[in-house]
């Protein structure tokens, strides 16, 4: 066994009985019992770590992080001739444009300069119509309906066109009107089962059928009227016909 390589010479004070148990194949297992030692042995014992014991002690620590390091000390080999193309430059840098060059530098220096009236100037309004031609034209010619309208701060009259004061819908459709059916549905079958014995104030059992699809659906009723089935039966709607693909 020593020139197998599976024992070796051994100086210890403490030796194990060593047993050789036969296999089912004619073969033999080595057993170290090692009971006699396991009773003497104390064996070591540690408490489970606890996050709330790892941070008390990292106070009044000075921490280092080595994760930046990884990019200092794990570098990945590159070709010499490819070393040129990895070179970049950042777009986003400060640079001096003159005056004249800078558009939008301009126009936000020009914002305190641009007036806007607050109020509408009727009066400018006023004296700007008095010698329009095309005004007196639509006036004489046009069915627009000008009024003269005065508005404050303004002692002339400014004509406005009142024809189109009413812009909102103001006129509706006649109510619809459906033919009634001359026959029964060509496309849903429809049968009344019962009475049947009252279950949940149900008495009866509408069944509807599509002559195309197959389809059954079965809808409860209280009562067999007119009606409650028609209310039923058009809860959900049935199309009058369907086109499927196969």
Same mark, same amino acid.
């Given at each position: 066994?020593?020139?197998?390589?599976? &024992?070796?010479?051994?100086?210890?004070?403490?030796?194990?009985?060593?047993?050789?148990?036969?296999?089912?194949?004619?073969?033999?297992?080595? &057993?170290?019992?090692?009971?006699?030692?396991?009773?003497?042995?104390?064996?070591?014992? !540690?408490?489970?770590?606890?996050?709330?014991?790892?941070?008390?002690?990292?106070?009044?620590?000075?921490?280092?992080?080595?994760?930046?390091?990884?990019?200092?000390?794990?570098?990945?080999?590159?070709?010499?001739?490819?070393?040129?193309?990895?070179?970049?430059?950042?777009?986003?840098?400060?640079?001096?444009?003159?005056?004249?060059?800078?558009?939008?530098?301009?126009?936000?220096?020009?914002?305190?300069?641009?007036?806007?009236?607050?109020?509408?100037? !009727?009066?400018?309004?006023?004296?700007?119509?008095?010698?329009?031609?095309?005004?007196?034209?639509?006036?004489?010619?046009?069915?627009?309906?000008?009024?003269?309208?005065?508005?404050?701060?303004?002692?002339?009259?400014? !004509?406005?066109?009142?024809?189109?004061?009413?812009?909102?819908?103001?006129?509706?459709?006649?109510?619809?009107?459906?033919?009634?059916?001359?026959?029964?549905?060509?496309?849903?079958?429809?049968?009344?089962?019962?009475?049947?014995?009252? &279950?949940?104030?149900?008495?009866?059992?509408?069944? &509807?059928?599509?002559?195309?699809?197959?389809?059954?659906?079965?809808?409860?009723?209280?009562?067999?009227?007119?009606?409650?089935?028609?209310?039923?039966?058009?809860?959900?709607?049935?199309?009058?016909?369907? !086109?499927?693909?196969?």
């Amino acid at each position: 066994m020593v020139e197998n390589g599976i &024992c070796r010479p051994s100086n210890s004070s403490w030796s194990s009985p060593i047993h050789l148990v036969p296999k089912s194949r004619n073969e033999w297992r080595i &057993c170290g019992d090692y009971r006699r030692l396991n009773t003497v042995t104390e064996p070591d014992r !540690y408490p489970l770590p606890h996050i709330q014991d790892f941070s008390s002690e990292l106070h009044g620590k000075v921490i280092f992080r080595k994760i930046a390091l990884k990019r200092a000390y794990h570098q990945i080999p590159v070709e010499q001739s490819v070393i040129p193309k990895t070179a970049v430059i950042t777009p986003i840098d400060i640079r001096f444009i003159a005056g004249s060059d800078n558009f939008i530098g301009d126009a936000f220096s020009r914002i305190g300069e641009i007036q806007i009236p607050n109020e509408v100037d !009727y009066a400018a309004i006023a004296e700007a119509q008095r010698p329009d031609k095309e005004l007196e034209e639509l006036r004489k010619n046009s069915s627009l309906s000008f009024k003269t309208i005065e508005f404050p701060g303004s002692n002339l009259p400014l !004509y406005c066109d009142v024809s189109t004061g009413q812009i909102d819908r103001h006129t509706k459709s006649p109510i619809g009107q459906y033919p009634s059916p001359s026959g029964r549905f060509r496309h849903v079958n429809l049968d009344i089962v019962g009475p049947l014995p009252i &279950c949940s104030g149900f008495t009866y059992l509408l069944t &509807c059928v599509d002559r195309f699809t197959r389809w059954p659906e079965a809808f409860p009723l209280q009562n067999q009227s007119a009606s409650t089935v028609a209310e039923v039966f058009f809860q959900d709607g049935f199309p009058d016909s369907e !086109y499927r693909r196969r």
